[in-house]
């Protein structure tokens, strides 16, 4: 009787796979820029200048659709010009000017998915000031950073 001696290949595969996922992943990694540089330098910068002129360039750092995670745990879905572009309007209309970004605390969730807690002081043109935070969530899509998700949170 003879025997044949097999060698399997099956143990190989899920290591091959795993490797090729685990190159992949560093490929991605490397290629993708900094998520909070991002924020500082690109996204803030122009909320601190002249933001209601600045507008479209605003809404380029956000997703066609935001997603709001309201205080009262209910979620909405809106376009661009009526989540920002149209509430923009009306802070201008009662005297906001710009807001200033005092703080920023950012967990890099993976490669391409960030999560931001940003302290803004907004200015107003009667000289007064307020503080108010927000959580954003941005994901690295088509070569670029873009919100997808807000919500108001508290100050830290």
Same mark, same amino acid.
Request: charged fraction near 30%; charge should be negative; proline fraction near 0%.
């Given at each position: 009787m003879m025997t044949e001696n097999r060698?399997?290949?099956l143990p190989a595969t899920p290591s091959l796979a795993l490797a090729t996922a685990l190159f992949a992943g560093a490929t991605?990694?490397?290629s993708v820029p900094d998520a909070e540089q991002w924020y500082l330098t690109s996204y803030a910068p122009l909320w601190n200048g002249t933001p209601a002129a600045d507008v479209e360039?605003?809404?380029?750092?956000y997703a066609d659709e935001i997603v709001t995670h309201e205080t009262d745990g209910s979620i909405s879905r809106d376009?661009?010009?009526s989540w920002l572009a149209e509430p923009m309007?009306? #802070?201008?209309?009662e005297g906001w000017l710009r807001a200033e970004l005092t703080a920023l605390d950012t967990h890099q969730i993976n490669a391409t998915t960030a999560a931001f807690v940003g302290t803004w002081m907004d200015h107003y043109d009667d000289g007064s000031t307020e503080v108010s935070c927000g959580w954003?969530?941005?994901?690295?899509?088509?070569?670029? #950073?873009i919100i997808t998700e807000y919500a108001d949170?508290?100050?830290p």
């Open positions: 060698i399997s290949t991605i990694a490397e360039k605003i809404l380029d750092h376009d661009q010009n309007a009306e #802070w201008v209309d954003y969530l941005a994901d690295y899509l088509d070569g670029e #950073w949170t508290d100050c």
